[in-house]
């Protein structure tokens, strides 16, 4: 819940700018006030009034409207908030912002804030992925912005990808990730496996693979940011430990998995591991040793545990959520749709690791989120802010979940 929370809404000129409406009944409903700074570009898209009566509340618009200066000076409009969330960004707010630029109200309130500032794109995708943009962008972040979004999908200009802004939901769940000291996820216990595993052939050789635990350990922290008490099962990566975490150091597919199931009764599973298939049958006790003219010794394999569908088939000990990741590098989500009914789990991260992508022990990934309720593309996003969403959407199926229990 937001109660007490204020929020100053800067709506940009953007098409999206309609669900800004929604986004203030939905914060409002959660107990936030909410006030509104409308650009004149914004102005062309919703009116002032439908803010005005949303929020209840006046709307800024004029940086040099005597009344607003006398009322409301714009360093004033910009401390009285706890956060600053700007829905829809265009790009040129974007670029205004990463300017410094205070040439109207809603971005000299920007350069103002000493608050923290949430941004949710929406543009036309080649605007989004223009390099003027993706520096824009990159500058903020830098700066401490916080983004969500923007999605993929069928746009307004009849062109289909990245650029849409996040839905309503979304916002309002990444704005209390933000703000809610109460973390939506306290009270929940979290697994996240992550890393390479090593299957050893010896002492001194082992069997393994590129990944790096990026991707599995920025998860484990975002669970935690968002309160949950996180056990992050980790094979060998050379990534610090996340803050706040517990960590469980293995080697192997069968260490991970005894510690996965020594971790206790588990809320959300998310398994992030790129756990090895096979291991080596009978391993060497002692280092094997080359034979002058004898053939390279012949490599028996045999299965390794399948971590993720022991998890999301262990009956009244299931976690309520499990979450896998697909790596493919074709027929992705076609692989994941199918990925998920076989491991018996409810939401399959699937992501693309093709070389050319730079996936595996990259920075950034570009992941498609198959659920029961279909299938929903992510644009490309550094690994953190995957992690971010997806620890978002976590949180808001719990609260979802809690919603529909209240309800029977
Ligand atoms: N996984 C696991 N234990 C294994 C293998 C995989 O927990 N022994 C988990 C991974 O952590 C990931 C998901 O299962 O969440 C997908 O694994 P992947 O290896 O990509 O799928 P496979 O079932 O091995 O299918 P394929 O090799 O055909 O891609």
Known sequence: MLHGKRILLIVAGGIAAFKSLELIRRLRERGASVRCVLTDAGAKFVTPLSLQALSEDKVYGDMFSLTDESEMGHIQLSRDADLLVVAPATANILARMAGGLADDLAATVLLATDKPVLA???????????????????????????????????????????????????????????????????????????????????????????????????????????????????????????????????????????????????????????????KAANPAAGKIKKKAGAAPPALELAPN????????????????????????????????????????????????????????????????LVTSRGVESWPPLGKTDVATRLAARVALHFAEAGKAAAAE
């Open 120 to 278: 949710a794109p929406a543009m036309n995708v080649r605007m989004w992925t223009h390099a003027a943009t993706v520096a824009n962008v990159e500058t903020l972040k830098k700066r401490g912005v916080t983004f969500i979004g923007p999605n993929d999908g069928a746009m307004a200009c009849n062109e289909h990808g990245p650029g849409r802004m996040s839905e309503p939901e979304e916002i309002v769940a990444a704005i209390e990730a933000m703000l809610v000291r109460e973390r939506p996820l306290k009270g929940k216990r979290a697994l996240v496996t992550s890393g390479p595993t090593r299957e050893a052939l010896d002492p001194v050789r082992y069997i393994s693979n590129h990944s790096s635990g990026k991707q599995g350990h920025a998860i484990a922290a975002a669970l935690a940011e968002l309160g949950a008490e996180v056990t992050l099962v980790s094979g060998p990566v050379s990534v610090p430990d996340p803050r706040g975490v517990k960590v469980a150091r293995v080697e192997s597919a069968d260490q991970m998995l005894a510690a996965c199931l020594a971790a206790g009764s588990i809320d959300v599973a998310v398994c992030a591991a790129a756990v090895a298939d096979w």
């Open 305 to 368: 545990p399948d971590i993720l569908a022991t998890l999301a088939k262990r009956g009244p000990k299931r976690p309520a959520l499990v979450v896998g990741f697909a790596a493919e590098t074709d027929n992705l989500v076609a692989n994941a749709v199918d990925k998920r009914t076989r491991k018996g789990c409810d939401w399959i991260v699937a992501n693309d690791v093709s070389p050319a992508t730079g996936t595996f022990g990259g920075d950034r990934n570009t992941v498609h």
